[in-house]
């Protein structure tokens, strides 16, 4: 069955350090893509960053990157030279793509300290 | 540039009471979908449409039923609202099977009393 695991619930990070997000999946399909998607206090859903199963190389936006460990089903999103404007809520998604489904996970909030 | 457009963004019900989420996308996208957000769970998929004519259950469809009325729009209605569906409601659109990002409304806040 198609599972989205985020283990972390909250987490404070030092301004201008890096961060990683951790996001296990579960999926029966071979084809499938990964996301990462931002919620600030605002409430807006904004996308950061995607990853498609059969991609060979790990994406990257900016500061996001996806570690991307298929074999371990993970897909962790790492932040590098974090900033106060990260302070969000975090959500990794995953769609199969035998059907269009996509499903999230309860997803991280991030808090960066001065 | 309008994107997904949800209406109303508010709305107070009293249980038992009836509504329509109305859902419209301008970016000529295939699939639709509706989610709702509690604390502490994420955004948990109601029903989606992977095209015009076709909808499918998504991991808690019970108490909603859904409408894809043409390409662009994608309702979801509650027949009989109870306390345990006030939540915030978020539609979203995407280009297709394997392409795009979802790309989401602003979210509809419904209390039910």
């Known amino acids: 069955a198609q599972k989205i695991t985020q283990t972390q619930p909250g987490m404070f990070v030092q301004e201008k350090e890096a961060v990683t997000l951790d996001c296990t999946y579960d999926?029966?399909?071979?084809?499938?893509?990964l996301f990462w998607y931002k919620q600030p206090s605002s409430g807006e859903m904004i996308f950061l960053i995607y990853?498609?199963?059969?991609?060979?190389q790990n994406a990257t936006e900016g500061r996001y990157s996806l570690n991307f460990q298929k074999a371990r089903k993970s897909a962790n999103l790492v932040i590098s030279a974090s900033q106060l404007g990260d302070s969000a809520m975090y959500f990794c998604a995953m769609r199969e793509n035998r059907d269009d489904k996509i499903i999230f996970g309860k997803g991280t909030r991030l808090h960066i300290l001065p | 540039n309008a994107g997904v457009t949800q209406t109303p963004k508010f709305q107070v019900l009293k249980t038992g009471q009836s509504m329509t989420l109305q859902c419209a996308q301008d970016?000529?996208?295939?699939?639709m979908y509706w989610y709702r957000q509690d604390p502490g769970m994420g955004l948990r998929l109601i029903y989606y449409s992977a095209s015009e004519g076709t909808t499918d259950k998504g991991e808690v469809p019970n108490g909603y039923n859904v409408s894809r009325l043409n390409k662009r729009e994608f309702s979801l209605r509650l027949e009989s609202a109870a306390p345990s569906q006030t939540s915030v409601y978020f539609c979203?659109?995407?280009?297709?099977?394997?392409?795009?990002?979802?790309?989401f409304g602003e979210g509809s806040r419904l209390t039910v009393l």
């Open positions: 979203a659109s995407r280009q297709g099977i394997n392409t795009g990002e979802l790309f």
């Open positions: 970016m000529n996208h295939n699939s």
């Open positions: 990853q498609g199963s059969y991609d060979q």
């Open positions: 999926t029966s399909d071979p084809s499938y893509g």
